[in-house]
């Protein structure tokens, strides 16, 4: 496991779950601004179980809340 961890940190620039969560978010960011989905359906779909984390995380991430994104 810590082989895959250094290997993974090389390749990447980032731990396994940074990369997860980061790549999570993304999903979000392209589901509610292109796909002009809510974020209270989005949130659980990409992983998050709590959508005010999932606000917090977002937010920190993109520097914007999600509801900024909505048409």
Partial sequence: ??????????TFGT???NWLKKKRLEEA???IN???RKPSDVYLEVGSEDLS???YAF??????APSELMP
């Fill in 34 to 36: 292109r796909q002009s």
């Fill in 29 to 31: 960011y392209f589901q």
């Fill in 59 to 64: 937010k920190k991430e993109f520097g914007r």
């Fill in 15 to 17: 731990n396994p779950g």
């Fill in 53 to 55: 984390h999932f606000l």
């Fill in 1 to 10: 496991m810590s082989t895959f961890k250094r290997d993974f940190q090389k």
